[in-house]
C-alpha cells in the first residue's frame, strides 16, 4: 500500500483535533506495518513503528504528535530529545550560568 508523509500529516492533524483516538492511531500503524511497504522512506517506517508501539517508543500524546508531524515535514527528529528528560540538564544549567543563578535539580515525577 503506498503512504506517503502528507498522508500521516493528515493523520497527525485528526489526533491532533481528537478526530481520531490513540487505539484508532495504533490499529492504522499497524494495519500498514503488516502491508507491503518496500517503496517507503525511513521517516514514514520510523513513524508508523513508533505509533504501532509506544510502550516501547514514545507515548502517544498532543505533545509528541507535533513532533512527528514536525519530522514528517522537515525530517528533522527531536522526539527522543524531548522524551529524555535528562536531555534538558544541560540546557538549565547554561541558562543558570548565564544569569548567575544556582542551579537546582527538580523531581521529575512533580516536577
Given at each position: 500500500?503506498?503512504?506517503?508523509?502528507?498522508?500521516?500529516?493528515?493523520?497527525?492533524?485528526?489526533?491532533?483535533?481528537?478526530?481520531?483516538?490513540?487505539?484508532?492511531?495504533?490499529?492504522?500503524?499497524?494495519?500498514?506495518?503488516?502491508?507491503?511497504?518496500?517503496?517507503?522512506?525511513?521517516v514514514i517506517?520510523?513513524?508508523?513503528?513508533?505509533?504501532?508501539?509506544d510502550e516501547?517508543?514514545?507515548?502517544?500524546?498532543?505533545?509528541?504528535?507535533?513532533?512527528?508531524?514536525?519530522?514528517?515535514?522537515?525530517?528533522?527528529?527531536?522526539?527522543?530529545?524531548?522524551?529524555?528528560?535528562?536531555?534538558?540538564?544541560?540546557?538549565?544549567?547554561?541558562?543558570?550560568?548565564?544569569?548567575?543563578?544556582?542551579?537546582?535539580?527538580?523531581?521529575?515525577?512533580?516536577?
Open positions: 500500500m503506498q503512504v506517503t508523509r502528507q498522508d500521516l500529516i493528515q493523520i497527525c492533524d485528526k489526533f491532533l483535533q481528537d478526530e481520531i483516538s490513540k487505539q484508532e492511531l495504533q490499529d492504522y500503524a499497524s494495519a500498514l506495518i503488516t502491508t507491503d511497504h518496500e517503496d517507503w522512506d525511513h517506517d520510523d513513524t508508523l513503528f513508533e505509533w504501532d508501539s516501547m517508543n514514545f507515548p502517544i500524546n498532543k505533545i509528541n504528535m507535533k513532533l512527528w508531524k514536525d519530522r514528517l515535514i522537515s525530517g528533522i527528529d527531536k522526539l527522543s530529545e524531548y522524551n529524555n528528560w535528562n536531555s534538558h540538564i544541560d540546557k538549565q544549567k547554561e541558562i543558570c550560568q548565564k544569569y548567575n543563578s544556582k542551579w537546582t535539580p527538580i523531581n521529575k515525577f512533580y516536577g
